[in-house]
């Protein structure tokens, strides 16, 4: 009888992985020459770096609608483009963030230097109008606003066990998420307070309607937090994959010079 159930869970559960795969459905094919990765928008617009700096915005159906190129502040790092209206480009080789208009024009720059913040590895729009960083000299999260100035600083050092290496930062819902490529995934509040961590190793994360989606090769996962359970689609061709991200049922998936759509 137990093995007789065992057997009926794992073909339930391989049914669903394959509705859930079937669901995916291929919109668009954009080639895009030396795509280095993308971040998005909660109106679905997709934003591409290339090796030649450029910063390309796409919206939900895949066709150009604004662009922004700099060359002088080094190598763009990392595009929050949470909110479209404010979106912010992080040159990390030079401590600098750009701060651009829903045109993608650019409004100013706050140099982390001088305030003191070196080698800066990401950083994090706000819905308060604040700036996320982290200082991995001291171990702290630091919010920082547009003057710039300091708002308040939360040493991790004495939260957490082990000290924290993050390459990622995302504030979506007023939750903070920080991803750690060896620790996973840690959560805060809008005031850098602690709440949990999630043990999924990942590059980059997204928070939407309670559900941490992540990528892991060659899978696309969906954490219910409250529910603790998951979902995963897999994902075609999943060893070219650079990146994934989705917004507004679509999924975006970034691969060597091509950026496809999918429904979902």
């Known amino acids: 009888m137990i093995k007789r159930w065992f057997i009926f869970l ?10 859930a795969s079937d669901s995916l459905v291929w919109l668009k094919s954009i080639r895009i020459p030396d795509a280095r990765f993308m971040s998005t928008d909660p109106l679905g617009n997709i934003y591409v770096v290339t090796s030649s700096n450029q ?29 479209p209206m ?17 045109q993608l024009s650019l409004k100013s720059v706050l140099k982390l230097p001088a305030l003191g913040f070196l080698n800066v ?6 819905a308060d109008g604040g700036i996320w960083i982290f200082d991995p000299i001291v171990g702290s999260l630091v919010k920082i606003d547009e003057s710039p100035s300091v708002l308040f600083t939360t040493n991790l050092r004495n939260v957490l066990d082990e000290p924290l290496n993050p390459q990622y930062m995302i504030e979506q819902e007023r939750q903070l998420f920080v991803v750690d490529s060896t620790q996973g995934i840690k959560q805060f509040d809008l005031y850098g307070f602690f709440k949990q961590s999630f043990p999924f190793l990942t590059n980059e994360v997204q928070w939407i309607n309670q559900q941490l989606i992540y990528f892991k090769s060659p899978y696309l996962y969906s ?18 994959i650079f990146q994934v991200r989705t917004e507004r049922n679509r999924v975006f998936i970034l691969r060597e010079n091509q950026l496809e759509i999918y429904s979902l």
């Open 10 to 19: 794992a073909l339930l559960f391989s049914s669903q992985l394959l509705q």
């Open 55 to 83: 910063l390309i915005r796409f919206n939900a159906d895949g066709d150009s609608n604004a662009a922004f190129h700099e060359i002088r502040k080094g190598h763009i790092t990392q595009v929050d483009a949470t909110n």
């Open 86 to 102: 404010r979106v912010l480009v992080f040159f990390s080789d030079f401590g600098q963030i750009a701060i651009l208009d829903k």
């Open 121 to 126: 590895p990401c950083i994090a729009n706000s």
């Open 223 to 240: 954490y219910q937090v409250r529910q603790f359970t998951d979902q995963k689609i897999e994902l075609p061709n999943a060893s070219t």
